[in-house]
Protein backbone atom coordinates (compact mmCIF):
# COMPACT_ATOMS: atom_id res chain seq x y z
CA UNK A 1 0.00 0.00 0.00
CA UNK A 2 0.80 3.77 -0.01
CA UNK A 3 1.81 5.54 2.52
CA UNK A 4 3.13 8.71 4.28
CA UNK A 5 4.64 9.13 7.37
CA UNK A 6 5.17 12.46 9.04
CA UNK A 7 5.80 13.38 13.30
CA UNK A 8 2.30 14.16 14.41
CA UNK A 9 3.23 17.22 16.84
CA UNK A 10 6.37 18.99 17.18
CA UNK A 11 7.32 21.99 19.39
CA UNK A 12 9.93 24.85 19.08
CA UNK A 13 11.09 27.73 20.27
CA UNK A 14 10.58 31.44 18.43
CA UNK A 15 13.66 32.55 16.42
CA UNK A 16 14.71 28.50 16.43
CA UNK A 17 15.19 26.49 13.61
CA UNK A 18 13.07 22.99 13.00
CA UNK A 19 13.21 20.50 10.47
CA UNK A 20 10.05 18.22 9.82
CA UNK A 21 10.47 15.16 8.24
CA UNK A 22 8.64 12.78 5.57
CA UNK A 23 9.19 9.32 4.56
CA UNK A 24 6.92 8.05 2.13
CA UNK A 25 6.47 4.98 0.00
CA UNK A 26 4.40 4.84 -2.81
CA UNK A 27 3.87 3.70 -6.63
CA UNK A 28 5.89 5.78 -8.82
CA UNK A 29 6.67 9.18 -7.80
CA UNK A 30 6.01 12.59 -9.72
CA UNK A 31 7.12 14.97 -6.90
CA UNK A 32 6.46 15.60 -3.60
CA UNK A 33 4.71 19.03 -2.14
CA UNK A 34 4.44 20.77 1.38
CA UNK A 35 1.49 22.51 2.27
CA UNK A 36 1.14 24.87 5.38
CA UNK A 37 -2.47 24.27 7.19
CA UNK A 38 -3.25 27.26 10.15
CA UNK A 39 -6.15 25.80 11.99
CA UNK A 40 -10.11 25.95 10.90
CA UNK A 41 -8.20 27.19 7.68
CA UNK A 42 -7.44 25.53 4.02
CA UNK A 43 -4.09 24.46 3.24
CA UNK A 44 -2.08 26.25 1.74
CA UNK A 45 1.04 25.59 -0.73
CA UNK A 46 4.68 25.91 0.53
CA UNK A 47 7.23 24.01 -1.75
CA UNK A 48 7.33 21.35 -4.66
CA UNK A 49 10.25 19.24 -4.95
CA UNK A 50 10.53 16.65 -8.06
CA UNK A 51 14.33 16.43 -8.12
CA UNK A 52 16.76 15.04 -5.50
CA UNK A 53 18.53 18.60 -3.43
CA UNK A 54 17.61 21.51 -1.31
CA UNK A 55 15.12 23.97 -2.64
CA UNK A 56 15.32 27.58 -0.87
CA UNK A 57 12.00 29.83 -0.79
CA UNK A 58 13.12 32.90 2.29
CA UNK A 59 12.69 30.93 5.50
CA UNK A 60 11.38 27.50 4.37
CA UNK A 61 13.83 25.35 2.22
CA UNK A 62 12.51 21.74 1.49
CA UNK A 63 15.06 18.84 0.68
CA UNK A 64 14.01 15.81 -1.30
CA UNK A 65 16.24 12.13 -1.68
CA UNK A 66 14.25 10.12 -4.44
CA UNK A 67 16.44 6.61 -3.37
CA UNK A 68 15.75 7.53 0.32
CA UNK A 69 11.89 8.15 -0.12
CA UNK A 70 12.57 11.06 2.29
CA UNK A 71 12.08 15.09 2.50
CA UNK A 72 12.24 17.52 5.04
CA UNK A 73 10.80 21.36 5.36
CA UNK A 74 13.14 23.10 7.17
CA UNK A 75 11.70 26.31 9.09
CA UNK A 76 14.37 29.06 10.27
CA UNK A 77 13.73 32.39 12.06
CA UNK A 78 10.68 30.71 13.54
CA UNK A 79 7.61 33.20 14.43
CA UNK A 80 4.49 32.48 16.52
CA UNK A 81 2.45 32.85 12.88
CA UNK A 82 4.33 29.43 11.73
CA UNK A 83 2.25 27.52 14.16
CA UNK A 84 0.38 25.37 11.96
CA UNK A 85 0.19 21.93 10.84
CA UNK A 86 2.44 21.13 8.14
CA UNK A 87 0.88 18.49 5.21
CA UNK A 88 3.29 16.13 3.28
CA UNK A 89 1.99 14.87 0.14
CA UNK A 90 3.38 12.95 -2.70
CA UNK A 91 2.11 12.41 -6.45
CA UNK A 92 1.98 8.66 -7.30
CA UNK A 93 2.61 6.99 -10.73
CA UNK A 94 -1.24 7.96 -11.83
CA UNK A 95 -0.76 11.67 -10.90
CA UNK A 96 -2.74 11.14 -7.55
CA UNK A 97 -1.65 12.86 -4.57
CA UNK A 98 -0.85 10.44 -1.89
CA UNK A 99 -1.55 13.17 1.68
CA UNK A 100 0.52 12.48 5.34
CA UNK A 101 -2.08 13.04 8.34
CA UNK A 102 0.33 16.43 8.33
CA UNK A 103 2.15 17.46 11.84
CA UNK A 104 1.37 20.20 13.93
CA UNK A 105 4.08 22.35 14.76
CA UNK A 106 3.53 24.44 17.94
CA UNK A 107 5.70 27.77 18.67
CA UNK A 108 6.40 28.95 22.20
CA UNK A 109 8.01 32.44 23.67
CA UNK B 1 -13.03 37.88 -2.72
CA UNK B 2 -11.63 34.14 -2.76
CA UNK B 3 -11.01 32.79 -5.49
CA UNK B 4 -12.17 28.98 -4.67
CA UNK B 5 -15.62 29.61 -2.78
CA UNK B 6 -17.53 26.99 -0.54
CA UNK B 7 -20.64 26.93 0.59
CA UNK B 8 -22.12 26.55 3.46
CA UNK B 9 -19.14 26.95 5.53
CA UNK B 10 -20.86 24.94 8.24
CA UNK B 11 -23.52 22.82 8.37
CA UNK B 12 -25.24 20.73 10.68
CA UNK B 13 -27.83 18.33 9.41
CA UNK B 14 -29.67 14.61 10.82
CA UNK B 15 -29.29 11.47 9.54
CA UNK B 16 -30.99 10.44 6.27
CA UNK B 17 -30.76 14.10 4.96
CA UNK B 18 -29.54 15.08 1.33
CA UNK B 19 -26.80 17.64 1.60
CA UNK B 20 -25.01 19.66 -1.17
CA UNK B 21 -22.04 21.09 -0.79
CA UNK B 22 -21.19 23.90 -4.07
CA UNK B 23 -17.96 25.11 -4.55
CA UNK B 24 -17.02 27.68 -7.57
CA UNK B 25 -13.79 28.91 -8.66
CA UNK B 26 -12.54 31.99 -10.46
CA UNK B 27 -9.12 30.59 -10.68
CA UNK B 28 -9.95 29.45 -14.70
CA UNK B 29 -8.74 26.12 -13.76
CA UNK B 30 -10.15 22.81 -15.19
CA UNK B 31 -9.38 20.37 -12.28
CA UNK B 32 -11.43 20.43 -9.28
CA UNK B 33 -11.20 18.52 -6.35
CA UNK B 34 -13.14 17.42 -3.47
CA UNK B 35 -11.11 16.43 -0.55
CA UNK B 36 -12.51 15.15 3.32
CA UNK B 37 -10.61 15.95 6.40
CA UNK B 38 -10.71 14.11 9.72
CA UNK B 39 -8.53 14.46 13.06
CA UNK B 40 -5.36 12.36 12.69
CA UNK B 41 -5.93 11.57 8.96
CA UNK B 42 -4.79 12.87 5.76
CA UNK B 43 -6.69 14.66 2.94
CA UNK B 44 -8.89 11.60 1.31
CA UNK B 45 -9.96 12.81 -2.09
CA UNK B 46 -13.75 11.94 -2.95
CA UNK B 47 -14.29 12.93 -6.60
CA UNK B 48 -12.17 14.88 -8.90
CA UNK B 49 -12.75 16.23 -12.45
CA UNK B 50 -10.64 17.72 -15.33
CA UNK B 51 -13.03 19.19 -17.20
CA UNK B 52 -16.87 19.75 -17.59
CA UNK B 53 -17.01 16.12 -19.21
CA UNK B 54 -14.98 14.21 -16.94
CA UNK B 55 -15.94 13.20 -13.71
CA UNK B 56 -13.71 10.86 -11.88
CA UNK B 57 -14.16 8.42 -8.18
CA UNK B 58 -11.74 8.86 -5.40
CA UNK B 59 -10.40 7.06 -2.36
CA UNK B 60 -13.83 7.36 -0.90
CA UNK B 61 -16.58 8.06 -3.10
CA UNK B 62 -19.32 5.71 -1.63
CA UNK B 63 -22.31 7.96 -0.28
CA UNK B 64 -21.13 11.10 -1.91
CA UNK B 65 -21.88 12.30 -5.55
CA UNK B 66 -20.97 15.15 -7.84
CA UNK B 67 -22.03 17.67 -10.55
CA UNK B 68 -19.35 19.02 -12.96
CA UNK B 69 -22.17 21.91 -13.98
CA UNK B 70 -19.09 24.57 -15.52
CA UNK B 71 -15.74 24.80 -15.62
CA UNK B 72 -16.22 27.37 -12.76
CA UNK B 73 -18.82 24.86 -10.85
CA UNK B 74 -18.04 21.46 -8.77
CA UNK B 75 -20.80 20.45 -6.38
CA UNK B 76 -20.63 17.58 -3.73
CA UNK B 77 -23.81 15.67 -2.61
CA UNK B 78 -24.18 13.58 0.00
CA UNK B 79 -27.87 12.06 -0.82
CA UNK B 80 -28.35 10.39 2.44
CA UNK B 81 -26.16 11.78 5.42
CA UNK B 82 -24.87 9.40 8.25
CA UNK B 83 -22.71 10.36 11.06
CA UNK B 84 -19.68 9.22 9.80
CA UNK B 85 -19.74 11.63 7.05
CA UNK B 86 -19.19 14.50 9.62
CA UNK B 87 -16.09 16.04 8.76
CA UNK B 88 -14.16 18.91 7.41
CA UNK B 89 -15.13 18.85 3.31
CA UNK B 90 -12.86 21.06 0.95
CA UNK B 91 -12.86 21.82 -2.35
CA UNK B 92 -9.67 22.83 -4.56
CA UNK B 93 -8.45 23.37 -7.86
CA UNK B 94 -5.30 23.48 -10.02
CA UNK B 95 -3.71 24.18 -13.53
CA UNK B 96 -2.00 21.75 -16.18
CA UNK B 97 1.00 23.95 -14.80
CA UNK B 98 4.47 21.91 -13.45
CA UNK B 99 3.59 21.74 -10.06
CA UNK B 100 -0.03 20.96 -10.17
CA UNK B 101 -0.32 23.24 -6.97
CA UNK B 102 -3.94 22.79 -5.27
CA UNK B 103 -5.65 26.13 -4.60
CA UNK B 104 -8.48 25.43 -1.67
CA UNK B 105 -11.31 26.56 -0.86
CA UNK B 106 -11.80 27.85 2.95
CA UNK B 107 -13.12 24.32 3.84
CA UNK B 108 -17.06 23.15 4.97
CA UNK B 109 -17.40 21.61 8.48
CA UNK B 110 -20.29 19.06 8.32
CA UNK B 111 -21.68 17.64 11.41
CA UNK B 112 -24.17 14.83 10.87
CA UNK B 113 -26.47 13.91 13.84
Known amino acids: GQNIDQPTEMTATEGAIVQINCTYQ??????LFWYQQHAGEAPTFLSYNVLDGLEEKGRFSSFLSRSKGYSYLLLKELQMKDSASYLC??????????WGAGTKLIIKP | DADVTQTPRNRITKTGKRIMLECSQTKGHDRMYWYRQDPGLGLRLIYYSFDVKDINKGEISDGYSVSRQAQAKFSLSLESAIPNQTALYFC????????????FGEGSRLTVL
Open chain 1, 89 to 98: AVMDSNYQLI
Open chain 2, 92 to 103: ATSGTGDTGELF
Open chain 1, 26 to 31: TSGFNG
